[in-house]
Structure formats: structure tokens, C-alpha cells
């Protein structure tokens, strides 16, 4: 079967860090687009992050230049690194594999992984 599985989330302190991890398994990591969405309570899902099989990566507008999406190949694992964290940031946290392109509405998805970040 094929499973992807966050880890990392947890409460944080506005300011503070946290690294998310999406493992794979039951696929050929490599060939696969990669990417990170996030949904918070009542609020639609919306895209954090993505990242191609040759490492091109892009980000939505509020994570630019806090955030940084990272894969390993030979661990068959996704990262991401969350700086600066915002209260804004607090949301469930998911992982999406496809084939070809990440667009948030088909491949594989993680069971998610809460980011709280609130003092």
C-alpha cells in the first residue's frame, strides 16, 4: 500500500521553529512531484508549498522567506522547515504525492500532522 506519514507538528511560540517530515512508502519516491498544503479549523485547504522531481520548488505568498521545502530521495522523505512562525501558521499540515504535477486534487495524501503556534 502506499503511505505517506507526517511528523514534526506540534505548539510553538510565535518566532519559533518546527520541521515537518513526510515519509513514502508503496512508491518510487524520486518520480514523484511533492508538495504541502495546510488546512486550519472552518478555512479551506490551501497550498504551503511544492516541490518537482528535479528540486524546482515554489511557495505561497505567506510562507515566502520563512518557509523551505527540502526532499532526500534516498530517505524517500519531504521536509519542511517552518521559521518565524506565525499564529497564522496554526493548521493542520499535509503531505500530497503525484505522478506528474502537484494541484491539490488527486495523488496521495498523509493523515496530517497540527502546527499550533500561539503563546
Known amino acids: 500500500q502506499v503511505q505517506l506519514v507526517e511528523s514534526g507538528g506540534g505548539l510553538m511560540q510565535p518566532g519559533g521553529s518546527l520541521r515537518l517530515s513526510c515519509t513514502a512508502s508503496g512508491i518510487i519516491f524520486s518520480i514523484y512531484a511533492m508538495g504541502w498544503y495546510r488546512q486550519a479549523p472552518g478555512k479551506q485547504r490551501e497550498l504551503v508549498a511544492t516541490?518537482?522531481?528535479?528540486?524546482?520548488?515554489n511557495y505561497a505568498d505567506s510562507v515566502k522567506g520563512r518557509f523551505t521545502i527540502s526532499r532526500d530521495n534516498a530517505k524517500s522523505t519531504m521536509y519542511l522547515q517552518m521559521n518565524s512562525l506565525k499564529p497564522e501558521d496554526t493548521a493542520v499540515y499535509y503531505c500530497?504525492?503525484?505522478?506528474?504535477?502537484?494541484?491539490?486534487?488527486?495523488?496521495?495524501w498523509g493523515q496530517g500532522t497540527q502546527v499550533t503556534v500561539s503563546s
Open positions: 500530497n504525492a503525484d505522478r506528474t504535477v502537484v494541484t491539490g486534487s488527486r495523488g496521495y
Open positions: 516541490i518537482t522531481r528535479g528540486g524546482s520548488t
